[in-house]
């Protein structure tokens, strides 16, 4: 019955931004903390970012620190990956994920939920 859906993937030239959204069903989603992951064709799973309960604290990946920010609005059960300054090297599916414990989802673990994932595609 837990669901999340992931939007707004798509094509960007390199230097170009894309904001990817999150929506949450089923769960009460003040009680997680929420997380992006990505993963390129041929790699392994990689942590992009990762927000606690209500927001107060966010972690990325060294990869997108000081490109990319987590957010999260609550009331509509929802969580953000803003991306700015894109590199090909940006190029993956990308999935969100909740988890109780935000210290192990920061972590890249404990996740209890996953969403089906964006494609996003950078071009040069």
């Known amino acids: 019955q837990v669901q999340l859906v992931e939007f707004g993937g798509g094509l960007v030239q390199a230097g170009g931004s894309l904001r990817l959204s999150c929506a949450a069903s089923?769960?009460?989603?003040?009680?997680?903390?929420m997380g992006w992951f990505r993963q390129a064709p041929g790699k392994e799973r990689e942590f992009v970012a990762a927000?606690?309960?209500?927001?107060?604290?966010?972690y990325y990946g060294d990869s997108v620190k000081g490109r990319f920010t987590i957010s999260r609005d609550n009331a509509k059960n929802t969580v953000y990956l803003q991306m700015n300054s894109l590199k090909p090297e940006d190029t993956a599916a990308y999935y969100c994920?909740?988890?109780?414990?935000?210290?192990?989802?920061?972590?890249?673990?404990?996740?209890?939920?996953w969403g089906k994932g964006t494609l996003v595609t950078v071009s040069s």
């Open positions: 927000i606690s309960w209500g927001g107060g604290s966010t």
């Open positions: 994920a909740a988890g109780r414990i935000y210290s192990d989802l920061r972590a890249g673990q404990g996740m209890d939920y």
């Open positions: 089923g769960l009460t989603f003040s009680s997680y903390a």
